[in-house]
Structures are given as C-alpha cells and as structure tokens.
Nanobody, 121 residues
C-alpha cells in the first residue's frame, strides 16, 4: 500500500488542524496505522496509532487529550485531528502501516511523504 499524508500548513498556537493519510495500491484494511512526526534536528517520534479495526488507539503523552486518531477503511483513509496546537507540535508528520503493535518507527512501513505542520506562537 502507498500512503500520502496531507492537510498540513501554518496555524497559530491554540488552533486546530486535521491531517489525512490516503492509501492507494491496495486496501490498508487489516493493517494497524500510525502517525509519527519529525522536527528539524530531532529523531522521528511516535504520535498516535490505531488498530486495524479502529477499536484500539494509543497516543504519545505529549499529544494525549489534544489529538484524535481515526480511520475510515471504506475510504482507505486515516485521520489525525489536532486541537490546542502548540509551537512544539511543529514538525513533518508522516503516516505508516504496521502488522504489530510495538509503536516504534522501526516496526512501521509503507511510509508516505510527510506533510509539514507549523504552529506559530
């Protein structure tokens, strides 16, 4: 499956933004999915994950209660609703698939091109 993240841009601190991750080539039904982000000079870090059926979710402590991950397998699309954004959320956001639930970047694949999110103070 090929993934493409979109929806990034520039937003003021406290604002909201919704990212989308569209899959093509084959269905990603059956894959767990995740969002990661990478800020300049930093390693790629886990943001959120969702199980193949959408029933289980996980979040990094830094985004818990502010971000919401969801998916629509009928549209082959995953989403990340980001609220109460902070300047520290500025990064390139990537989506990826995984057969497991280790929530580490090394366990994910099919990385799509990321989308830049910039939060101004």
């Amino acid at each position: 499956v090929q993934l493409q993240a979109s929806g990034g841009g520039l937003v003021q601190a406290g604002g909201s933004m919704r990212l989308s991750c569209a899959g093509s080539g084959r269905s990603f039904n059956g894959y767990n999915m995740g969002w990661f982000r990478q800020a300049p000079g930093k390693e790629r870090e886990f943001v959120a994950a969702i199980s193949w059926d959408g029933r289980i979710t996980a979040y990094a402590d830094s985004v818990k209660d502010r971000f919401t991950i969801s998916r629509d397998n009928t549209k082959n699309t995953m989403y990340l609703q980001m609220d109460s954004l902070k300047p520290d959320d500025t990064a390139v956001y990537y989506c990826a698939t995984s057969r497991g639930w280790n929530l580490r970047a090394a366990d994910f694949g099919s990385w799509g091109q990321g989308t830049q999110v910039t939060v101004s103070s």
